[in-house]
């Protein structure tokens, strides 16, 4: 049974922070009451957390800046960005899912 559980999804401007406490004993271990949990404080690969950040900033292209309610400037974020990531967040979570292991119960919510 898994120890401590975690909500996987990418949320603007958070730098690739991906992974959200799910329940007290996680937040108490890891904070990010309201907030992310800082992937950097878990064990994971250097290789993997670069992954996640760079999957976060091409989160963040997504999202017209300018004014937010307005869609993605198809020009600034096409169906093949979309489709890389989506490709890019399951790749991520599969790999969290490896490098964590049983310990770690991470839900995908993206």
């Known amino acids: 049974m898994a120890k401590y559980k975690f909500k996987y999804w ?9 992974l959200w406490a799910d ?7 890891f904070g990010g009451g309201c907030s992310h ?4 404080k878990l064990p994971l690969s250097a290789e993997l957390i670069a992954f996640l ?4 900033d091409l989160h963040d ?4 800046w ?3 309610p307005d869609p993605p400037d198809p020009e600034q974020w096409t169906p093949e960005m979309t489709a890389e990531f989506d490709r890019r967040a399951y790749e ?7 490098e964590l292991g049983a310990e770690y119960e991470i839900i995908y919510d993206v």
Not at 61 to 64: A, M
Request: aromatic share 10%; glycine share 8%; with cysteine.
């Open 23 to 29: 329940d007290d004993i996680t937040r108490e271990t």
């Open 37 to 40: 949990v800082d992937i950097e």
């Open 10 to 18: 990418y949320e603007w401007d958070c730098a690739g922070d991906c």
């Open 66 to 68: 300018d004014y937010p």
């Open 92 to 98: 991520g979570y599969d790999r969290i899912c490896q």
């Open 53 to 56: 950040h760079e999957t976060g």
């Open 61 to 64: 292209r997504s999202l017209n």
